[in-house]
């Protein structure tokens, strides 16, 4: 076990790096001169200069990129030069939504999907089988940006249970907070949920049909008991694999679904820094997503050998 985890330590550093290096280098190659892109063509030649000298590109591109890393390994991201405040204070501030928009999209999608999808399989091939998963495809079809509009016209104007955007913060208390992102981390589970019901229903269909199975049954053990005691944990493996791309796609969702209900996160602080064409705040965020990802998809490797005790007997090999 030891030595797996060590080795995925290795992978997680070698991949952090390597991705950091790609997000440099795609946007120093880009082409056009960015401190021109903030100041505009009408800019003066001192006033160019000075920006370049402040942005580090009169250097070598080598050295600005392990300046850049170290200083990121370091906290120090750098300043915006939109906002002109440390950038570790505009990500500090901005996680505190985000962070618990994905950790909630998260649990609604696993909450909604698991036993949506141990339903279908325990009706294989039955009217309530065929209903939810053509529900599940609609689920998948559907825009998250066009099911949060969606949910804004029911939940907040013709109902007005919930509001329909802006964040009053933490310091309000949990239930105001929670109640300003429902609807976003709905409009982001909900697709996600519809794909996972659909890989777990495989999932346990495969496992069903397993000698395992058929022999607890024999034993007299209920098919209920059968279904939630062996198959629903064997059927995890892949269960795991999905929320931990759909991670990913969560992040990425943030960008648009923060916009829609109007959410001082992440997302729409990528969007902010895109339009204000702030590369250095980009750079850094791009990153930390990515790291985010990186991270994410590590834990889900520890996870299955959590899980799986004949990956722990092989030490997760």
């Known amino acids: 076990m030891i030595p797996y985890l060590g080795g995925r330590l290795v992978v997680l550093a070698v991949t952090l790096f390597a991705a950091a290096a790609v997000v440099f280098l795609v946007l120093d190659v880009l082409p056009g001169d960015p401190a021109a892109l903030i100041l505009g063509v009408n800019a003066r030649p001192?006033?160019?200069?000075a920006l370049h000298h402040a942005m580090g590109l009169d250097r070598p591109a080598a050295w600005r990129f392990l300046a850049w890393l170290g200083g990121m390994l370091a906290g120090d991201f750098g300043d915006s030069f939109t906002y002109h405040v440390p950038i570790a204070g505009l990500i500090a501030d901005r996680v505190g939504v985000s962070l618990p928009l994905a950790l909630l999209a998260i649990a609604l999608s696993t909450a909604i999907?698991?036993?949506?999808?141990v339903f279908a399989a325990a009706k294989r091939g039955k009217p309530a089988d065929?209903?939810?998963?053509?529900?599940?495809?609609?689920?998948?079809?559907v825009p998250n940006f066009w099911l949060g509009l969606l949910l804004i016209l029911v939940f907040s104007v013709k109902l007005a249970w919930l509001p329909a955007s802006g964040f009053p913060g933490w310091a309000g208390g949990i239930w105001p907070g929670l109640r300003a992102l429902l609807l976003p981390a709905l409009a982001l589970a909900l697709p996600q949920a519809a794909i996972l019901a659909r890989v777990t229903r495989s999932a346990m269909l495969e496992t069903m049909g397993e000698d395992y199975m058929r022999t607890a049954l024999a034993k007299g053990v209920s098919r209920r008991a059968a279904l939630w005691r062996?198959?629903?944990?064997?059927?995890?493996?892949p269960v795991v694999t999905i929320l931990g791309l759909q991670f990913s796609f969560l992040l990425a969702g943030t960008i648009i679904i923060e916009n829609v209900f109007t959410l001082p996160g992440l997302g729409r602080l990528v969007f902010q820094a895109i339009a204000g064409r702030d590369l250095i705040v980009v750079q850094d965020l791009v990153v930390l997503l990515a790291g985010s990802v990186i991270v994410v998809n590590f834990l889900v490797d520890i996870a299955y050998v959590l899980i799986d005790p004949r990956l722990r007997a092989q030490g997760g090999r």
């Open 46 to 49: 001192d006033t160019l200069a």
């Open 113 to 117: 999907a698991i036993p949506t999808g």
């Open 130 to 141: 065929t209903l939810t998963m053509a529900a599940a495809q609609i689920g998948v079809a």
């Open 230 to 237: 062996h198959a629903v944990p064997n059927a995890l493996i």
